[in-house]
């Protein structure tokens, strides 16, 4: 992996007008990351509108062959299909790609990777870390995975995980579907629903309209798909379930594990611990959609014991959707950064 002039490295972004991409380039200011030049792309509707990086002006430019030259990171941030389109053409630049879509999960070489649950993984060629394709997965399957592998310390027996999706997982037009179902219901008017083709607002949602485009039923197969592929065999996966929440950010969660045997629920809290959850402390509020907005890590309340299961254990928690995939795979990048160095 090639670096910038003084270990600076030049960074693509593609999809820099979505939610997560305009997350990402947060994130990278936020941690300081090490980039002499941050080049943001997206489609050619987007291109030439104004933003900044930084703390600078700046372009977004059309996503195009040419776009990567000269990058040492590639973020795609935005549809599936740009990241299917483009990704090689930024590896054949010589950028390391990181694909936090998913659109190159299926049939294509890349790396689930997870920093908090396990070394990111490199590839040295001649001496030098070579460019390779990482998938950096959503905020559920880091959750479930997280989860997943806490529990296997534990000899959980079985575990299932239902997860409350906030509607900014369908983009910008979900939070402004959302704003305008909320003021229509409120002022006794019909509401539109072009995205969900249901009511989202003061609702919970186990299926979407007839009409709408996207599919929570698709959503919780591509979620259960990758958490599969990031744990590949190294913990059972659990059963997963999603409903739709009345929320614009940040993943609720409830999990339920039942244990092989009795277990302190004090040591299940040090193993998340130990993963990067962020344990509440007894008596503290828990963690809500909105105490986690901006944090970087999953927040977990204190686990509790079910009332009529003897080795039954309840796991109530949250995390920013945006910021949580965001800083996994900035992550990716610092770790990659770090190894090319020794």
């Known amino acids: 992996m090639p670096s910038g002039p003084g270990n600076f490295y030049r960074v693509a972004i593609a999809g820099a007008s979505s939610l997560l991409g ?10 300081n990351f090490p980039a002499i030049d941050t080049v943001l792309l997206d489609e050619n509707v987007m291109a030439g509108t104004l933003t900044e990086a930084g703390g600078e002006a700046t372009f977004i430019r059309a996503l195009e062959e040419d776009s990567f030259e000269k990058s040492e990171f590639a973020f795609f941030t935005g549809t599936r299909a740009d990241a299917e389109r483009s990704w090689q053409a930024a590896q054949n630049s010589g950028a390391t790609v990181i694909d936090l879509t998913g ?6 070489p890349v790396i689930c990777t997870i920093p908090s649950l396990a070394p990111v993984p490199l590839a040295v060629r001649n001496g030098s870390v070579a460019s390779l394709a990482y998938f950096s997965p959503s905020a559920p399957v880091i959750i479930a995975c997280t989860l997943a592998l806490g529990l296997k310390t534990m000899n959980a027996r079985s575990s299932g995980l239902l997860l409350f999706p906030p509607v900014s997982e369908r983009g910008q037009a979900g939070i402004e579907e959302l704003e305008s179902q909320t003021a229509s219901l409120l002022s006794f008017r019909e509401i539109a629903k072009p995205v969900f083709d249901a009511q989202v607002a003061f609702n919970l949602l186990v299926r979407y309209g007839e009409e709408s485009k996207a ?15 990031c744990l590949a065999g190294r913990a059972a996966v659990p059963a997963i379930q999603l409903v739709q929440a009345p929320v614009f950010y940040g993943y609720a969660f409830a999990a339920y594990a039942e244990m092989a045997s009795p277990v302190e629920t004090e040591e299940l809290e040090k193993e998340l611990t130990k993963l990067g959850a962020r344990i509440g402390a007894t008596g503290s509020s828990p963690p809500t959609n909105v105490s986690v907005a901006g944090e970087s890590e999953i927040h977990i309340a204190p686990l509790e014991r079910d009332p009529n299961v003897a080795n039954g254990v309840w796991i109530w928690g949250a995390a920013d959707n945006l910021r949580l995939a965001a800083t996994n795979a900035v992550r990716i990048a610092e770790e990659l950064i770090a190894g090319s160095r020794h």
């Open 103 to 108: 659109g190159l999960r299926s049939g294509n």
């Open 22 to 31: 305009k997350e990402l380039k947060q994130v990278l200011e936020d941690r």
């Open 215 to 229: 599919s929570l039923s698709a959503l919780r197969e591509a979620i259960a798909g990758d958490v599969a592929a």
